[in-house]
């Protein structure tokens, strides 16, 4: 599945300059053709990219020409790289396009990386608020999502295209942007699911009269469940029922005596969850953090398994 995925974001990443219902034969014709040009023309950068993005075309089918299409694409690139003032979008184009050509031999790290060039020099030659730059960021994005195991790298790239197309001046803004909106979602829900994963085991902590306190039951959540979506519920309520319903359902465990209490619904008012100040020791690149405040622990599997297991108990005595 994700070999589709790939396959299909290059194909809708290169900017084909044949027919799509060519033949592979006549692909490879064009190809030639392509790079008989370019060597006709060896300083002409738009001329190497053409032919880089024809051999891609060809190595769609025929990864044995990912080679020599990812030649003329860094000839192309060499070429941008050294004009005086970026024109034409070469540089960002020739970027994209070697990313595309890693992406086909599944070269992951540079694949990447070269579409976060493809949108730095898009940036710098066009702007931030320009519809290429967020067109080139949002591709960037999603191409990133199939091929990179941290989702959070290509995730990035998509919230702030979508973002920037909001902040951009009115002549500036891709028009009908909402109708991809589905693969913001689809990219928040990807995004969701690593949140969700990474906090299978974690807990929140509050301080109470100077004790660390595990919290193992809210309104909305308890132990057992990851530590996701457990304050969201709490915030889209309305005013008024958050007051009314302050303080109810809540249950600590303190890991000092393994003991577990339900406080008071007027005790529970009284707990919350507070943050500390903090700033950045620029000698040690630590944070400094106030203690004393609220923080998220994370538990090894085992210990967490004896916490759920100690939280049921107290609730079925109860």
């Keep these: 599945m994700k070999r589709i995925m790939t396959i299909v974001a290059l194909i809708c990443a290169v900017t084909f300059q044949m027919n799509?219902?060519?033949?592979?034969?006549?692909?490879?014709?064009?190809?030639?053709?392509a790079v008989k040009l370019a060597d006709e023309n060896p300083e002409d950068g738009l001329k190497q990219y053409a032919a880089?993005?024809?051999?891609?075309?060809?190595?769609?089918?025929?990864?044995?020409?990912?080679?020599?299409?990812?030649?003329?694409?860094?000839?192309?690139?060499?070429?941008?790289?050294?004009?005086?003032?970026?024109?034409?979008?070469?540089l960002a184009n020739s970027y994209s396009l070697i990313g595309n050509i890693?992406?086909?031999?599944?070269?992951?790290?540079?694949?990447?990386?070269?579409?976060?060039?493809?949108?730095?020099?898009?940036?710098?030659?066009?702007?931030?608020?320009?519809?290429?730059?967020?067109?080139?960021?949002?591709?960037?994005g999603l191409d990133i999502i199939s091929l990179y195991p941290d989702t959070r790298r290509g995730f990035l790239h998509v919230m702030q295209a979508f973002y920037d197309n909001d902040r951009a001046p009115a002549d500036k803004r891709i028009k009908n942007l909402e109708q991809l909106t589905i693969r913001f979602n689809l990219a928040m829900e990807q995004m969701l699911a690593v949140y969700t994963k990474a906090n299978s085991y974690g807990v929140p902590v509050v301080m109470v009269d100077s004790v660390a306190n595990i919290i193992v039951q809210t309104r909305d959540w308890h132990v057992g469940q990851p530590l996701a979506n457990w304050v969201a519920p709490h915030m889209?309520?309305?005013?008024?029922?958050?007051?009314?319903?302050?303080?109810?359902?809540?249950?600590?465990?303190?890991?000092?005596?393994?003991?577990?209490?339900?406080?008071?619904?007027?005790?529970?008012?009284?707990?919350?969850?507070?943050?500390?100040?903090?700033?950045?020791?620029?000698?040690?690149?630590?944070?400094?953090?106030t203690p004393g405040a609220s923080f998220l622990f994370y538990l090894n599997p085992e210990s967490y398994e004896k916490l759920v297991k100690g939280y049921e108990e107290f609730k079925n005595k109860e």
């Design 20 to 33: 799509a219902q060519n033949t592979a034969e006549e692909n490879k014709k064009a190809a030639e053709a």
């Design 236 to 289: 889209l309520r309305s005013e008024e029922e958050r007051l009314a319903h302050q303080g109810e359902g809540l249950i600590l465990a303190n890991p000092n005596n393994g003991e577990f209490r339900r406080p008071t619904k007027e005790e529970a008012q009284k707990i919350g969850l507070t943050f500390p100040p903090f700033c950045l020791n620029t000698k040690t690149n630590e944070m400094e953090i």
């Design 52 to 90: 880089a993005t024809a051999l891609t075309t060809v190595a769609i089918d025929d990864k044995s020409q990912c080679e020599q299409a990812l030649a003329y694409a860094q000839k192309a690139l060499k070429i941008a790289q050294a004009q005086k003032e970026q024109k034409d979008t070469l």
């Design 102 to 140: 890693y992406m086909l031999q599944r070269n992951v790290d540079n694949a990447c990386d070269n579409m976060e060039f493809s949108v730095d020099a898009a940036e710098k030659e066009l702007g931030r608020y320009d519809p290429v730059t967020i067109y080139t960021r949002l591709k960037a």
